[in-house]
């Protein structure tokens, strides 16, 4: 794999000299955390790393030692620094990439001076020469961290030319890729944009990952088959918000048409979209998610709450009854569609009525999973402001509280799937048994399919039938049935 082709969205600059290829391989290993866009970003950087000499180990005793740090909330903070630190303790040279970097860099590097370095995005492009200044002992000034809404022009019209400008993760391809596998799973994690242009009071996200930009459709071809040809079998599409892909390339409707040109990508078998905003999703495209043979029906909905209140201070939009019947929209076409949601509980003002409504609301929605987070002031945030701040402890009771009905409720909807055939992407084989996940499960956060019956003659990645026999929580249990 190579650089960088012309035109692409990363800045173009001029940069010392590569190391030679004569000279000895310096092996680097790379941790990653938090979201899959982040999974991206780091088999990004690999391919970057991996075609400019560096050797990539998994081994602590790498010379230098990479953590893409997550920045999203107090809990991903912590266990980003807590990373950073035991890879000190293990002797390589440790440096920190990732949004916590991004976000606070300079505060970071004065808080944490085990890391050799704290780089930002727009390092991202020379990650090679940077942990070459690393292992040879040269300063690099921690990163300076700034609002990276103000980096692309405000006009989404603007941005693809603008973009070509400023350092994106994760949006790095041309003619020979820029990427490198990390594992051999047979999901591949794809990007389609990047940024957000959403104003939610609670989120930091768009001020370190800055405004959405789409990207190419035909590098997200290139990507897929790329992945398709490296083992993978199902794509899931990755982004701040899915459902705003193409306004910045002036096609509100490009996400329908590129979900039919993946679905006919050889190798790929399902297709299946994440982080997609209620308010955005319009009809032709719930249509094409729930109808399309290869794109899974799986609607991955950021509701965050359901009472009116709530939802204006959040500035966001919906109710209960507008949810409920985009749920109705989508189970009309797809009966058996998976669902899933994450919601905020201890919002600034909010009231038993409120939490009340939020009960009222998963309850009618039958989601197969449901996140459930206690509300915590980001830095920088419009809600950090709000005065109706609830304390600590009734913000975890209120946790506590929905999230029991929560698990009761998903419990519930998994037991409403006893007897459906059900068709399993298979992921982990051991002897005597197969692991996988159904259409409605996506990787890592909606549960598994523990198999029953004889596991012979099946391969990871293979596509079974199975008719649900039971369940744990969102697990469920299933009889293979006999290939026709």
């Not at 000299?17 to 990004?44: F, H, K």
Request: charged share 25%; with cysteine.
């Amino acid at each position: 794999m190579a650089g960088a082709r012309t035109g692409s969205l990363w800045p173009v600059s001029e940069s010392p000299q590569r190391p030679s290829t004569d000279a000895p391989r310096r092996s680097v290993s790379l941790v990653t955390l938090g979201c899959a866009r982040n999974e991206v970003d780091s088999e990004e950087l690999a391919g970057t790393l991996s075609a400019r000499g560096w050797s990539l180990t998994e081994s602590d005793e790498a010379d230098v030692v990479v953590v893409n740090t997550c920045g999203f909330i107090d809990s991903a903070k912590k266990d980003s620094i807590d990373t950073l630190l035991a890879a000190a303790e293990g002797g390589s040279k440790v440096v920190a990439v990732g949004c916590l970097a991004e976000r606070y860099g300079d505060q970071l590097s004065a808080a944490l001076p085990e890391a050799d370095a704290i780089l930002g995005f727009d390092s991202y492009p020379s990650i090679d020469l940077r942990l070459a200044d690393v292992l040879e002992g040269r300063t690099i000034p921690a990163h300076q961290p700034t609002d990276r809404r103000t980096l692309l022009p405000i006009s989404p019209a603007k941005r693809p030319a603008a973009v070509a400008e400023v350092a994106v993760p994760g949006h790095r391809w041309g003619p020979t890729g820029a990427r490198k596998r990390l594992d051999d799973s047979p999901v591949g994690y794809l990007k389609l944009a990047s940024g957000c242009d959403r104003r939610c009071t609670f989120c930091a996200i768009p001020s370190f990952r800055g405004a959405f930009v789409s990207r190419e459709p035909a590098d997200i071809l290139g990507e897929a088959r790329w992945l398709a040809e490296n083992g993978v079998r199902e794509l899931v599409l990755v982004s701040e918000n899915s459902t705003s892909y193409g306004k910045d390339l002036g096609d509100l409707r490009a996400l329908e048409t590129l979900l039919g040109q993946l679905t006919a990508v050889d190798g790929i078998e399902w297709v299946r979209v994440s982080y997609l905003q209620p308010a955005e999703l319009r009809p032709s495209l719930l249509q094409v998610i729930a109808a399309t043979p290869g794109v899974v029906p799986y609607f991955d909905l950021s509701f965050q709450h359901a009472s009116t209140s709530v939802l204006r201070r959040m500035k966001r939009f919906g109710s209960t009854e507008s949810f409920v019947a985009l749920l109705d929209q989508a189970r009309a076409i797809a009966p058996t569609a998976g669902a899933r949601s994450n919601v905020i509980v201890g919002f600034p003002g909010e009231t038993e009525a409120d939490l009340e409504e939020l009960e009222r609301f998963l309850t009618l929605a039958r989601l197969d999973v449901v996140g459930v987070f206690g509300y915590s002031d980001e830095e920088g945030t419009e809600a950090e402001t709000f005065a109706g701040k609830l304390d600590s402890d009734e913000i975890s009771a209120r946790v506590q509280r929905v999230s029991a009905l929560a698990d009761e409720l998903v419990n519930q909807r998994a037991e409403d799937r006893l007897g459906e055939s059900v068709t399993v992407l298979i992921e982990q084989l051991e002897p005597g048994q197969a692991t996988g996940r159904a259409a409605h499960q996506a990787p890592e956060t909606d549960g598994s399919v523990i198999l029953t019956g004889s596991s012979s003659g099946l391969s990871r990645g293979d596509l079974v039938t199975a008719v649900v026999t039971g369940n744990e929580g969102a697990d469920l249990i299933a009889e293979l049935r006999p290939a026709r």
